[in-house]
């Protein structure tokens, strides 16, 4: 239920969004995030096993 709310507040906010500079390397930005999600979660799973 979170999810959609959170879902629905952001399409809501889209329309007023402005492009930011720097935008062509989002996807740079978002592998590095992705990396650093992973890593996070192989560390808590280490901790774990």
Same mark, same amino acid.
């Given at each position: 239920?979170?999810?959609? $709310?959170?879902?629905? $507040?952001?399409?809501?906010?889209?329309?007023?969004?402005?492009?930011?500079? $720097?935008?062509?390397?989002m996807p740079q930005l978002l592998k590095a995030l992705d990396r650093l999600v992973l890593a996070k979660d192989i560390d808590q799973k280490r901790k774990i096993a």
């Open positions: 239920m979170r999810q959609r $709310g959170c879902v629905a $507040g952001l399409m809501r906010a889209e329309s007023k969004f402005r492009r930011v500079k $720097g935008y062509r390397h």
